[in-house]
């Protein structure tokens, strides 16, 4: 039995995760908790690793050593049916919404539940109704994916996560895609199933305004390391350079040989002038 | 590179290609009857029948059209050499046992592969970019359940009804060549096939189009498993699919026929 006592105990708790790909190492030693009912954002430029680390999550790729407990189960090396028991307990809103096409709105949401529960169809098709108005699409449950617009389908990915009432909520890029006032709206929603449901939810992302808007602590993933984890208040103060410079949008110094170009092509000009 | 070392290549990239078809293969079989309607789960055999619909009755016209053509064509042909001996008459058998032995499966083989694989592939391929096969496996879902089971059962019905359909055209185009060049009544005709076909023939190029379905169907969903990055990638994915696809069919026409033969199934023999 695992227990149930909530603060100290990690529901995600990732220990030394590396992987590499060939010579390149795209996750260094990456050692992560994630509390119960908290909302934990793992932000990180392109490249850094956070789509890996997403998948070694979720179970989708296995690490090249460490371990990665969710709920007490240890994913890197459990067994195939224990790996669904776990999935489960999770939910993921993928960045692409990753609906099934040939189904509707509705159906999509009640696939989960119409293939790993024993419930009767009436039974799901309430379900299926409530996930939906929960997100603000019950009016849309008709629909197929390609009627919606982007912010829909991303609302109608998150009602299929929650189809089936998981403990753990994933979101890869939540606000990708979509204009401010829709990707302020998915925040809310976000906010709102962590508040009303108590899951816990893990959000990748590496939109800043939206992180700081939904996240109880901050995790910034840099060229494969974990450069920090803290609440929010300790990481808009952080000095480390790699956080300041995603903090402030400035870009990396271009490459050398570029450079000197660039600067004597620059030095040239204002001799010109 | 050396010569040698190529080959070697060349060698271990192929066996790793058969190993995960076979593999694959394996999978899906095991989850044919999840397919079927009453004995599997729900409305899965819906899915089944969509697939049936694609890649068996939308490729009927142009297995027909291409069954039609190669039939008069080989009548056309074999009548020119057969005509110096004064044997037009084993025209029809020509035909017949051409397209019953042979052509039949290897026609409707290939023009499934240019439709299907090809469709196969694509679909797969999209569904690995947009994420869906990763969210069928968060979901503790089987993507061969989902995704190859049903394309894969439909394929295993459309093909033998092709490649029945096939005969019949091929056939009838050998009829429609000696009706136009010497005037046979169909009658004639139809009693020269009967007399032609064994019913061993008619098994043996049905259990043919059954390893074409096999072969077609998981060449064309592993290249569309094998898609990563963007869309470009889905359409190289699909070039792939339709060239190895046509490429394994001619294979393993060869491997079956001469297992047949070795067998001394076939009438060949």
Known sequence: MMTKDMSADPVIRLRDVSVAFGSKRVLDSVTLDVYRGEILVLLGGSGSGKTTLLKQVLGLMKPDSGSIHINGVDITSCTPSELDAVRRQMGVAFQAAALFNSLSIEENVALPLQELTELADPTIKMMAWMKLWAVGLADSAALYPSELSGGMRKRAAVARAIAMDPEILVFDEPSAGLDPIVAAGLDNLILFLKQTLGMTILVVTHALESAFRIADRLAMLYQGHLIAVETKDQFRTDTHPRIRQFLDGTPDPIARGEHSFMASYLRAFQHEH | ?269
């Open chain 2, 1 to 269: 590179m050396s010569l040698l070392e190529q080959v070697g290549r060349a060698l271990i990239v192929w066996s790793e290609d058969i190993g995960a078809l076979v593999l694959q293969w394996w999978a899906a079989l095991w989850r044919l009857p999840t397919m079927l309607p009453a004995v599997g789960k729900g409305t899965r055999w819906v899915a089944t029948l969509d697939q049936t619909l694609l890649i068996g009755v939308r490729a009927l016209p142009m297995v027909c059209t291409m069954s039609l053509s190669i039939g008069f064509v080989l009548a056309l042909e074999g009548a020119a050499e057969l005509r110096r001996f004064g044997g037009l008459i084993y025209v029809v058998d020509l035909v017949t046992l051409g397209f019953l032995r042979e052509l039949g499966a290897l026609v409707t083989g290939v023009a499934v592969s240019g439709r299907s694989a090809s469709a196969i592939s694509a679909e797969v391929g999209t569904m690995v970019v947009t994420e869906e096969m990763d969210a069928l496996r968060v979901m503790g879902l089987n993507p061969v359940e989902f995704t190859l089971a049903p394309r894969y059962l439909a394929a295993l019905i459309a093909m033998p009804c092709l490649t029945i359909v096939s005969n019949i055209c091929g056939i009838f185009a050998g009829y429609v060549f000696l009706a136009f060049s010497i005037e046979m009544s169909f009658r004639v005709y139809f009693r020269e096939v009967l007399e032609a076909i064994l019913l061993r023939d008619v098994w043996l190029t049905l259990i043919k189009s059954l390893v074409f379905a096999t072969v077609i169907v998981q060449v064309g969903y592993l290249e569309g498993l094998r898609v990563s990055g963007g869309p470009d990638a889905v359409g190289r994915a699909t070039t792939t699919a339709v060239v190895k696809s046509i490429f394994m069919v001619i294979l393993t026409d060869l491997a079956s026929t001469w297992f047949f033969y070795m067998m001394g199934w076939s009438a060949a023999g």
